[in-house]
Nanobody
Framework: QVQLVESGGGLVQAGGSLRLSCAAS????????MGWFRQAPGKEREFVAA????????NYADSVKARFTISRDNAKNTLYLQMNSLKPEDTAVYYC???????????????????WGQGTQVTVSS
C-alpha cells in the first residue's frame, strides 16, 4: 500500500557529504515509522537508521552514528538521510523502508518493515 522512491545517491570522495531523500505515498506519511537500510555487494542488507512517526525518536547503527542524521518532513511526505564524513565502506545501495505498526517505538530490523523503495546507489571513492 505504501510506495517509496529514493533519490540523491551518487559518487562522492571520502570525507564528502550526501543527502538522500525518500518520497512516500499510498498511506498517510504521519502514521509511518521510517528507516534506512543499505546493502553492499556480497553482503546482507543492514540497518542504518530509523525514525518514529513524529520524528522525535531515532535509532542509528553504531557504524554511522555521529556521521549520519535521519530526519523527516511530514508536511512534504519525505524522509531524509544526511550523510557526512563518508567512508569507502559506506558504499552500498541505500533503501528506505516504512511500516505503520510501530506508533511509538523505533524498529531496526528489516523484518519489521513491510514497504521498500527501489534503492539508490551511493559510491564513496578513496
Amino acid at each position: 500500500q505504501v510506495q517509496l522512491v529514493e533519490s540523491g545517491g551518487g559518487l562522492v570522495q571520502a570525507g564528502g557529504s550526501l543527502r538522500l531523500s525518500c518520497a512516500a505515498s499510498g498511506l498517510p506519511f504521519s502514521i509511518l515509522s521510517m528507516g534506512w537500510f543499505r546493502q553492499a555487494p556480497g553482503k546482507e542488507r543492514e540497518f542504518v537508521a530509523a525514525i518514529n512517526r513524529s520524528g522525535k525518536s531515532t535509532n542509528y547503527a553504531d557504524s554511522v552514528k555521529a556521521r549520519f542524521t535521519i530526519s523527516r518532513d511530514n508536511a512534504k511526505n519525505t524522509l531524509y538521510l544526511q550523510m557526512n564524513s563518508l567512508k569507502p565502506e559506506d558504499t552500498a545501495v541505500y533503501y528506505c523502508a516504512a511500516t505503520p505498526w510501530y506508533p511509538a517505538s523505533v524498529p531496526r530490523s528489516a523484518q519489521d518493515f513491510d514497504s521498500w523503495g527501489q534503492g539508490t546507489q551511493v559510491t564513496v571513492s578513496s
